[in-house]
């Protein structure tokens, strides 16, 4: 039973707790970024930070802690006090694809984060370096059949999406080609713009630079529909490979066991973002549209993600061990 004390002292934590959700924010905001700075997910972050600090009358700041499929980074706000100081602004490879391609990750979905909300989803884009004789996704299937193994293709790292992607449409396409691992897709677009690599998939952002330089060429888009930003690229379904398709998403979450009034302030000021015409453009124009979704809803979507993810890692054998 509980004693007198002890409900005074309930009382009053539930008071300062009440109190610390009302002043919300009193100090600067830190949003970790589990990528190196320049990358879609970065870019999103600093978009996003920019008007959280307006709104919310306190600097955000964007931390990078890149590495490990950005596993570190949610690890970090994981083990981080649940007050809303330290939040994470991830994507779906950590949060919906990484735990169901590998099991000993260090970190459970949903238990370990509180979902404040989904900010864009996005396609991906598969890019091949234009030293390749490929103008359409029928040349590149021929080539890597002719060639087994030699086609490399870089990723953001081990166990994320770009990663994954390359997989699935492997096995949909019934081709054998070789991964290389970066620590953020930034390295990638490097080495396949120097023909180092000769392929990846990555984020319109990613690769936007690049475009019109003559040293990259764009085969396809992962989602089910062609997209605006770059209306000539058909899909992977057009090329017979619908079974690859995916939209990827980047959201902002926080520690388990937040207040509800913290991720409900945090939850509007991100909706409140996402009207502003300017921020929208800003996202649209490299390939990311807005698309809030958030508390209960949220946390529901991305379990069911990492149900599908699971369901995909067991029928294709996907399992990342190292």
């Not at 030699?150 to 992607?165: A, C, D, Q, R, T």
């Not at 949909?172 to 690599?197: F, M, N, S, W």
């Not at 980047?250 to 009207?275: Q, W, Y």
Request: charged share 20%.
């Amino acid at each position: 039973m509980l004693t007198a004390l002890s409900l005074v002292l309930l009382s009053l934590a539930g008071a300062n707790c009440a109190k610390a959700a009302d002043d919300y924010p009193n100090k600067p905001i830190e949003v970790i970024v589990g990528y190196l700075p320049g990358g879609a997910t970065d870019f999103a972050a600093r978009v996003l930070a920019e008007s959280l600090s307006t709104s919310l009358g306190q600097p955000v700041i964007v931390n990078n802690r890149p590495g490990a499929s950005s596993a570190i980074a949610v690890d970090a706000v994981k083990r981080a006090d649940p007050d809303g100081y330290t939040l994470l602004f991830g994507n779906n490879d950590a949060i919906a694809i990484l735990p169901a391609v590998k099991p000993d990750v260090a970190y459970k979905i949903p238990d370990d984060l509180t979902f404040i909300s989904r900010v864009v989803e996005f396609p991906l884009v598969f890019a091949v370096s234009t030293k390749l004789p490929l103008n359409a996704m029928k040349d590149f299937v021929e080539y890597a059949k002719a060639n087994p193994g030699k086609f490399n293709y870089g990723s953001s790292g081990v166990g994320g999406s770009l990663h994954i992607e390359g997989v699935r449409m492997a096995l949909a396409a019934g081709i054998d080609i070789t991964h290389v691992a970066y620590k953020g897709a930034a390295g990638a677009v490097t080495d396949l713009v120097g023909g180092q690599i000769d392929g990846m998939f990555g984020t319109v952002k990613d690769i936007s630079a690049h475009l019109n330089t003559g040293t990259i060429k764009l085969l396809a888009v992962t989602s089910p529909e062609r997209v605006p930003v770059v209306p000539d690229v058909p899909t992977l379904a057009e090329a017979g490979l619908g079974d690859a398709t995916v939209t990827g998403w980047f959201a902002l979450m926080g520690p388990a066991n937040m207040p509800k009034e913290v991720t409900d302030k945090l939850s509007k000021a991100v909706a409140d973002a996402l009207v502003k015409p300017e921020v929208a453009k800003r996202l649209a124009d490299s390939g990311l549209y807005t698309s809030p979704l958030a508390g209960a809803e949220f946390k529901d979507f991305v379990v069911k993600q990492l149900d599908t993810f699971k369901t995909i890692a067991e029928k294709q054998n996907i399992r990342i061990t190292d």
